[in-house]
């Protein structure tokens, strides 16, 4: 959304860097003729956003005088709108090219190339074509914001508030300086910050879409529900087409358990975005929730035809067969989502309660001891893996295990420890063991959303 003033800077119409003789000429132009025809007629088609007609028009313009300087910065100007970057570039290379000896286009025309780059996701090459523009104009706000948002992208949020906070000591009003060090601030966890700069950004531009977003998903985090829901509707009024205020209704009301709310904005969410993997994973999730199986399975593989990898619902599923006690069914989905996310810690654990419930004991090990690997505190994991070693007549390592519970979770320790033995534990050493058979199945992680 509106990240940053992303439009290509322009000359006013009294402004020109051009030392074109007609330059001061007004006179409407019935029939173009000359290369200053043929640019005040593309002018006049930019003012009425007729972008296409306006490129076309400066384009006749340099083919009959190639070196008019104000026809080639209008053209990129224009192609940008066009969103014909490749072009864009070309033209304000030529403009600098041609700016020889002044710097009216240059720091713009540099600044135009990095926005080009930047829009084609090249963020290396944006980079220095932005602090080229910023070289010859030190105070280019537009310019600063860009450069501390290519450090954003690359998480490197020290040096994006470098330069956002240069863009705030220049213009302490730039919206998008505020609201792009509020993003860096959120990312990490630092959300009393993060929430005062947003608040700043709407101070600036009440309508600001995201600042009130954002605003609303760090109260959502909060789970301070009431502010959150005024914030993200205020966001949601601003632009009906914007998904993530939607979405983020959605769950604010799942949280919530209102279900019947929650699905009214997880299914407009997919309205306005048919491709919206996981508002459909919400719709099972709410559909899971009451335990109505087969809706929430045919949410779960819409997901899955949105994004085949989508672990979530891959995840979602073997949870609800394990639920049903198809454990052959709930192994195919949990081993499926591993491939998209092979450290995927209650994917494991899960995975290893039903191969424990098929009797396939070395399996189960080896998914208890991966999420015991992956969260050395899960002690679900670590109760299950105790238990096997049991079963499978390995008591030196079963006993090590109930000795690593102790430190871990003493509780789980001690129904470990009874469940092979019969027997209380104590704080003193732990006896031998003889065998018993299979304990009964705990719970399994929760949903993934």
Same mark, same amino acid.
């Given at each position: /959304? +509106?990240?940053?003033?992303?439009?290509?800077?322009?000359?006013?119409?009294? =402004?020109?860097?051009?030392? +074109?003789?007609?330059?001061?000429?007004?006179?409407? #132009?019935?029939?173009?003729?000359?290369?200053?025809?043929?640019?005040d007629l593309a002018k006049k088609a930019e003012e009425n956003r007729r972008f296409q007609e306006a490129a076309d028009l400066a384009r006749k313009a340099v083919e009959?005088?190639?070196?008019?300087?104000?026809?080639?910065?209008? /053209?990129?100007?224009n192609l940008i709108d066009l969103k014909q970057y490749d072009e864009g570039i070309r033209a304000f290379l030529k403009t600098i090219e041609l700016e020889k000896d002044a710097d009216f286009y240059k720091p713009h025309s540099y600044y135009n190339i990095g926005l080009c780059y930047y829009n084609l996701y090249k963020y290396d090459e944006a980079l220095p074509y932005f602090e080229s523009s910023v070289q010859i104009k030190p105070d280019y706000v537009p310019a600063l914001n860009y450069i501390g948002l290519i450090y954003y992208v690359?998480?490197?949020?020290?040096?994006? /508030?470098?330069?956002?906070?240069?863009? #705030? =000591?220049? +213009?302490? =009003?730039? &919206?998008y300086a505020h609201y792009n060090l509020g993003r860096c601030y959120y990312y990490q966890y630092e959300d009393d910050k993060a929430l005062e700069s947003f608040t700043k950004a709407q101070q600036s531009k009440p309508d600001h879409v995201d600042s009130n977003y954002y605003a609303g998903l760090i109260y959502l985090n909060k789970k301070l529900y009431p502010t959150a829901l005024g914030y993200l509707e205020k966001a949601h009024s601003l632009?009906?087409?914007?998904?993530?205020? &939607?979405?983020?209704?959605? #769950?604010?009301y799942y949280e919530q358990k209102q279900y019947a709310k929650a699905m009214e904005y997880f299914q407009k969410t997919m309205s306005v975005d048919p491709k919206h993997a996981d508002a459909a994973n919400y719709i099972g999730l709410v559909y899971h929730d009451q335990k109505m199986w087969t809706q929430a399975v045919e949410a779960y593989q819409r997901t899955l035809a949105i994004d085949p990898e989508y672990k979530y619902a891959l995840y979602n599923l073997g949870l609800i067969y394990y639920e049903q006690k198809d454990y052959q069914a709930a192994v195919k989905f949990y081993e499926q989502c591993l491939q998209s996310d092979p450290e995927y810690v209650s994917c494991h654990y899960n995975l290893g309660l039903a191969y424990h419930?098929?009797?396939?004991?070395?399996?189960?090990?080896n998914h208890f001891e991966e999420a015991c690997r992956l969260k050395k505190n899960h002690f679900n994991a670590h109760y299950y893996r105790g238990l096997l070693y049991n079963i499978m007549g390995f008591h030196d390592k079963t006993m090590q295990v109930v000795a690593e519970l102790k430190t871990l979770d003493y509780p789980t320790a001690k129904d470990l420890y009874k469940e092979i033995t019969g027997k209380e534990l104590t704080d003193g050493d732990v006896p031998p063991v003889?065998?018993? =058979?299979?304990?009964?199945s705990g719970p399994p992680s929760q949903r993934g959303h």
């Open positions: /959304m +509106d990240e940053f003033s992303g439009n290509p800077w322009r000359a006013n119409p009294d =402004q020109s860097g051009s030392s +074109d003789p007609f330059k001061n000429n007004t006179k409407e #132009i019935a029939e173009p003729k000359t290369a200053k025809s043929y640019f009959l005088d190639p070196a008019f300087l104000d026809a080639w910065f209008t /053209m990129g100007c690359k998480k490197d949020y020290a040096g994006a /508030m470098s330069y956002l906070n240069k863009c #705030i =000591q220049y +213009d302490p =009003q730039y &919206v632009d009906p087409q914007y998904t993530p205020p &939607v979405y983020n209704l959605g #769950i604010l419930w098929l009797d396939q004991r070395q399996a189960a090990l003889t065998p018993l =058979q299979k304990g009964t």
